[in-house]
């Protein structure tokens, strides 16, 4: 059967519409660079601003902090503040030096709407920790474990590939990978204890290889804490769970070693640390690579595995240092 006149009349008028939507968003966006298309292919990042804003597909926006001097403050407590999604990623060297970053991700069609997201953000995250905002270059060197500096120009000229440039290659087995020279590990987060009795994190500092934690937490609605919370009453016979705090949490943790004897080694150490704290752990089976890829990447590229969590555990995962001195 032919569509009637109006059919197709509602049909144009909603394609012309789509058009001037798409075209306003271009407007809106047109001070941003816009990076080679094979880099749009490997990382889904369409263009940015070089003082420090990323936009990728699906109008998801990411700045990169450099943290110094966090007050010991629970990640979950300031999380559930923000309106972004934030990640934190701890480096922890083998010689014990230490860095913390943190990726906030916001969501938007245009650039001057994420912006002021980002600005609030931020003011409500400075209450309790020292930021700066890492430029496009410092955020990709750090992205490529400082081995170079970056240049967007350099990059955008030469058409180059990003990821390739700044991401190790990885090269993955089912339970495990070779970043260049090193064997590592990607291990995921299953289930949360209800309370920790020791600091998981500091015994993780103390590990003697290169580790990095990804840490992600994101709010959830009200409405569906108190439902997830009333879940746990009825179903599981969880009473008081209702006037919980609940986020949405991913812990990962990558590791690198110079021997896939010594990988093998600190693999059951850490399955031990976190078993003996209640937590379920397990090897990122089949997704090594994109594991390994979105932790080095301070979360640009994106992957987790959310749990909901109650903020008080989540507190208690010591990702920011909290030291008496307040050194980060």
Not at 207 to 217: K, Q, R, S, T
Request: aromatic share 8%.
């Amino acid at each position: 059967m032919r569509r009637g006149a109006g059919s197709k009349a509602i049909s144009r008028e909603e394609k012309r519409l789509k058009k001037e939507k798409e075209k306003r968003i271009r407007e809106a966006n047109r001070m941003l660079i816009p990076v080679p298309k094979i880099t749009v292919a490997s990382m889904k990042l369409l263009s940015f601003d070089p003082a420090g804003t990323f936009r990728f597909e699906r109008d998801c926006w990411k700045r990169v902090y450099k943290v110094r001097n966090a007050s010991g403050i629970g990640a979950g407590s300031f999380a559930k503040e923000l309106k972004a999604s934030v990640r934190i990623t701890t480096v922890i060297g083998s010689e014990g030096e230490e860095n913390t970053y943190m990726t906030l991700t916001e969501n938007g069609e245009t650039y001057d709407e994420v912006r002021t997201y980002f600005s609030e953000d931020e003011e409500k995250v400075a209450k309790h920790m020292e930021i700066s905002l890492c430029s496009i270059d410092e955020t990709m060197k750090a992205v490529n474990r400082n081995k170079e500096n970056f240049s967007y120009a350099s990059m955008v000229r030469g058409k180059k590939d990003w990821k390739k440039e700044c991401i190790a290659e990885v090269v993955e087995d089912v339970s495990s990978f070779r970043m260049e020279a090193d064997f590592g590990e990607t291990l995921f987060v299953m289930q949360y204890p209800e309370t920790l009795k020791g600091d998981v994190v500091e015994k993780l500092r103390k590990m003697g290889c290169e580790i990095e934690i990804a840490y992600d937490l994101d709010s959830i609605s009200t409405a569906d804490q108190i439902d997830f919370g009333r879940t746990l009453e009825q179903k599981f016979n969880r009473r008081g769970k209702s006037d919980l705090e609940f986020l949405n949490s991913s812990f990962q943790i990558m590791f690198l070693c110079d021997s896939d004897d010594a990988r093998a080694i600190v693999e059951k150490t850490i399955i031990s640390i976190l078993s003996a704290e209640g937590f379920v752990i397990a090897q990122s089976i089949g997704a090594q690579k994109i594991a390994a890829e979105s932790i080095s990447s301070l979360g640009l590229l994106q992957l987790t595995y959310m749990r909901n969590v109650t903020v008080d555990v989540l507190d208690q995962i010591n990702v920011l240092g909290g030291r008496e001195d307040g050194s980060n």
